[in-house]
């Protein structure tokens, strides 16, 4: 898919029941295509459901808690949609500052769909250019964010994507600026 090897890069993906399965398991199985090791943190240890549109999907192993989780132990993070999954993330004060410290730590940082909400929270959009869940204009821009209608918008090491039509391109730029490693312009 990618002429871009992150061999041996390990990725966090942070999510939680209510997740959008495909915006999970389309960039998982592009991370590990390109050679990454993804890891899914969650708010709680056990399972997290996903959903396909309204409709329950299948569950998936939670490998470490947000609480336990360090950013300095992953070369980049994903936060995949579903507006549930993003609306419990958002408020989760354990997963605003490990999204922060991403930003800290200048590396490189992927959501689509409804996923940006948290970086709203994390305190880390002004001032960025993305894209989102048409919905979540107005949310981003009241929050200092430059929103745009693209499959992919990437500023920074910041990639973003509207829904999962743009699984393609989001899952391209991801693994390309995971890649790419560390980006100075990518800061809290």
């Known amino acids: 898919m990618s002429e871009h090897s992150i061999e ?3 990725v966090a ?7 959008e399965q495909v915006e999970l398991t389309s960039p998982w199985q592009a ?4 050679g ?5 943190v969650a708010p709680s240890s056990g399972k997290v459901q996903g959903f396909e549109g309204t409709e329950k999907g299948d569950t998936f192993d939670v490998d470490l808690t947000v609480a336990d989780a360090n950013a300095s132990d992953f070369d980049a993070l994903v936060i995949p949609g579903g507006v549930v999954n993003a609306d419990h993330l958002r408020v ?16 490189p940082v992927a959501s ?4 940006p909400w948290l970086l709203i929270d994390a305190g880390v959009i002004r ?45 391209s ?3 390309e600026e995971i890649s790419e490693g560390q980006h100075a312009g990518q800061a809290a």
């Not at 989760?92 to 590396?107: C, I, L, S, V």
């Not at 993305?130 to 990437?154: F, I, P």
């Open 173 to 175: 730029k991801l693994v």
């Open 127 to 171: 001032g960025r250019s993305v894209t989102s869940y048409h919905t979540l204009r107005t949310d981003l821009e009241n929050a200092g964010a430059s929103w745009s209608d693209q499959e992919v918008v990437v500023d920074q090491g910041l990639v973003t994507s509207r829904n999962p039509h743009d699984l393609p391109a989001f899952n």
């Open 31 to 34: 991370v590990k295509d390109a």
């Open 13 to 19: 993906f942070l999510l939680t029941d209510g997740v």
């Open 8 to 10: 041996g890069k390990k």
């Open 36 to 40: 990454g090791v993804p890891t899914l």
């Open 92 to 107: 989760d004060k354990d997963a605003q500052a490990f999204t922060r410290n991403f930003f800290e730590q200048h590396k």
């Open 112 to 115: 689509i769909c409804h996923g």
